[in-house]
């Protein structure tokens, strides 16, 4: 199964990239996020996609790590890599979480910040 990768895919990985970039990716890999074909959808039913020449469950590092809120859980978005290309879109937590809308992908930090006293 491979396919071009959709908009909404493209938006959220994106934001994703903006919001929660945690190592370095190659500017190419950045630029080129538009031209990522899927090789792998998760087997679970989220929507959780893969680029790697490998399929699904790629290994890799986290380029980048987000959250957003889904049905009252919060839910993981992690961009992986290997040697500094994009090879997979994560969507991680309970049940089976559906692609997020790209403007509610926010930092750990805006989540999980210390009440101010």
Known sequence: MTRPIPK???AVLQRTLRVGLV???SPAAIETVGQ???TATCKCGCATVW???DGDAASGIKAAEAC???NGETIDVIVWAI???IVGLEVAGPGEPALPEPASVRRFEEYFQAPSV
């Open 23 to 25: 190592s370095a990716l």
């Open 68 to 70: 957003v809120t889904w």
């Open 51 to 53: 680029f790697g020449p």
């Open 36 to 38: 990522l074909r899927v």
């Open 8 to 10: 909404d895919e493209v």
């Open 83 to 85: 040697e500094g290309q």
